[in-house]
């Protein structure tokens, strides 16, 4: 068995971009988390998935209500990306946000926005990966904010 501390270390050596993966709650409070398990599925149809932790404040919202959109963060939202990775209640106190057509609430600022309606989910393990059909896309301005082997990076210089 690969140690917990070990198998964090060496998928942090995976550089990932970063986003805030949102959705509204029964009362229609919303409800996110910081996520970097992100990624793309299908071409056609246009899916996606993330992976959501069972211990999260919004798994029972994500899976009630069929739906989430997911912020690609830029390089300016280090702290929000923060506030978003903890537990506190209040991660949307201060943070402006507008709500979708759809009804999900989009992070103002962010590099791109991707909502979803979820198509499919999989129980796996201490996560529920969530199968997302893409339904509306959106583009923002900027440079991505990453994540390399525990911290926040930034792209530097041009192409490799
Ligand atoms: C860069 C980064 C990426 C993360 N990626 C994920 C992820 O993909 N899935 C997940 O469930 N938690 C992920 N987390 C952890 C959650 O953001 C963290 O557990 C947070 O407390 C969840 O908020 P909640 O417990 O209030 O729902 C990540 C944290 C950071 C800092």
Not at 32 to 59: E, I
Not at 73 to 84: N, P, Y
Not at 121 to 138: A, K, L, N, S
């Amino acid at each position: 068995m690969v140690a917990p501390d070990e198998f964090r270390r060496v998928l942090g050596h995976f550089a990932t971009g970063v986003t805030i993966v949102t959705t509204c709650d029964e009362d229609a409070r919303p409800t996110g988390l910081t996520a970097s398990a992100f990624t793309s599925v299908s071409l056609s149809p246009p899916l996606v998935l993330v992976c959501v932790d069972h211990k999260s404040q919004s798994y029972q919202p994500l899976l009630e209500s069929g739906r989430f959109a997911v912020n690609i963060l830029r390089i300016e939202q280090e702290e929000v990306s923060r506030r978003f990775a903890s537990t506190r209640l209040d991660k949307f106190d201060g943070v402006p946000f507008r709500l979708s057509a759809l009804g999900l609430p989009l992070l103002a600022d962010a590099l791109a926005w991707v909502e979803c309606t979820t198509a499919n989910t999989y129980v796996e393990g201490d996560h529920t990966i969530f199968i997302g059909r893409v339904e509306e896309v959106q583009f923002g301005e900027g440079e991505p904010l990453l994540y390399y082997r525990g911290r926040y990076e930034r792209l530097s210089g041009g192409p490799a």
